[in-house]
């Protein structure tokens, strides 16, 4: 039988490709098993929306050699579909497929392993039906941006937005909830874009809470001007919807939001977390943010800081700005200096942290619904798992309740986490 063995780098999209191609292959007859194992068959899913996941990339797509001579390297994902003409023909490497290819990605195998039929059908026919080592299952709903913000490749990687098939998202969750799964993740690269025969994302979410028995579905990251209101009726109506909203903000001033080339204004992203705060008891909102773009004045990065301090946004994720030389910002004039980027990164991060540490804090008198995770099992009797509202919550109890949805009030802060007690 022989072996495969995945390393993927990046999004949650990767992750949910490679969970397929892997699915795939073990029908076929391969045995999956950990990078650091031997392996006849190596695939990298490679990012390269910055540096470190280039270099990520590039170290483990060149490591395989090294260490396993007469394996098979093969590299697909972002990195692979910008990169290709460069890694194409490296000895290194035996096969290189960009993301226009990668649905192909079994047929292809057919040349180094001729086990493989070269009329296999194309992943795009697939359901996943599981994921390895997760409680909480990613569902594909829509590729490709169409956006073109002046710091990111995506839309050159990953192309034009393409939305799944309802009927086919619906069967995959139907198969996963079969398999024991209580808690699907829609993700995509641009999952507010969602759009099939004139159905939005409010609309499937709702097709998805009808038509299917999955006990709770998460959203994932979705761009502020397409949270439509008929999507928070469905979250504050459903109870099996998430509590917990992602929206990137990337900056606190109109004219960066502008070079940035972002659809929407600081009063259109505050009035619309506004709106969910006020409809949605409990509910988290998270945000991205940027800090140190071409031409950021002080005066704007402390516009930045005051909106999000007297916002009610309740995490941030913050990057430091990094030129990318196939991004159009790449040619931008009054570039930062690294040392003042890293100065602002630490006092956004501050502020977020304090923000966390206030929302959690507001979560002690609640009871929440936490589904808790088997791989968060510890031998001391702690479970650990999420709410529905994105707190991570470790309780004492058995691993019977592993993968179990259970009510739990909160009695402790402890770092980044709370500790409470099954009801």
Not at 117 to 139: C, F, T
Not at 238 to 257: A, E, K, Y
Not at 329 to 336: H, P, Y
Not at 379 to 403: H, M
Request: aromatic residues 8%; glycine residues 6%; neutral net charge.
């Amino acid at each position: 039988m022989a072996k495969v063995s995945f390393f993927t780098v990046g999004c949650k999209l990767n992750q949910y490709e490679t969970e397929l191609i892997a699915r795939r292959l073990k029908q076929l007859g391969f045995e999956r098993v950990d990078w650091a194992e031997d392996a006849d068959l190596y695939i990298v899913n490679s990012c390269n929306v910055t540096h470190k996941a280039a270099a990520d990339s590039r170290r483990k797509l060149f490591g395989v050699k090294k260490k396993h001579p007469r394996a098979k390297a093969v590299a697909i994902g972002c990195y692979a579909h910008l990169k290709k003409e460069d890694l194409s023909g490296l000895e290194e490497i035996d096969l290189v497929l960009g993301n226009d290819e990668k649905d192909q990605v079994l047929a292809r195998l057919n040349h180094l392993f001729p086990e493989i039929s070269a009329d296999m059908p194309s992943l795009e026919d697939s359901v996943l039906d599981g994921m390895s080592k997760r409680s909480r299952a990613l569902v594909k709903v829509q590729d490709g941006c169409n956006q073109n913000c002046s710091y990111c490749i995506i839309p050159k990687a990953r192309g034009h937005e393409i939305s799944r098939p309802i009927e086919k998202i619906l069967e995959e969750v139907r198969a996963l909830k079969n398999n024991g799964y209580r808690e699907v993740i829609l993700t995509g690269v641009h999952v507010g874009r969602y759009r099939e025969n004139g159905t939005v994302l409010g609309g499937l979410v709702r097709r998805i809470v009808t038509d299917t028995e999955i006990d709770r579905v998460r959203l994932s990251s979705l761009e502020v001007n397409e949270i439509e209101s008929d999507l928070i009726q469905t979250v504050e109506q459903s109870g099996r919807v998430c509590r917990h909203f992602h929206i990137p903000l990337q900056s606190g001033s109109d004219r960066i939001l502008r070079s940035m080339n972002r659809p929407y204004s600081t009063k259109k992203y505050r009035d619309i977390i506004d709106q969910i705060k006020s409809r949605i008891p409990g509910v988290m909102i998270g945000a991205d943010l940027i800090v140190g773009f071409p031409g950021e004045t002080e005066k704007e990065f402390a516009e930045s800081l005051d909106f999000v301090e007297n916002s009610p946004i309740d995490y941030l994720h913050v990057f430091s700005y990094s030129d990318h030389p196939e991004a159009r910002s790449f040619s931008f004039d009054d570039k930062l200096e690294p040392p003042e980027i890293k100065i602002r990164n630490r006092i956004v991060t501050d502020l977020g942290d304090l923000k966390w540490k206030s929302f959690i804090n507001s979560q002690l008198d609640s009871e929440l619904e936490v589904l808790f995770e088997k791989r968060y099992f510890h031998k001391n009797g702690a479970v650990s798992g999420l709410s529905d509202n994105y707190i991570r919550i470790e309780s004492t109890a058995g691993p019977e309740f592993c993968n179990q949805i259970c009510r739990v009030r909160p009695e402790a802060v402890c770092g980044r986490k709370l500790i409470g007690k099954i009801i």
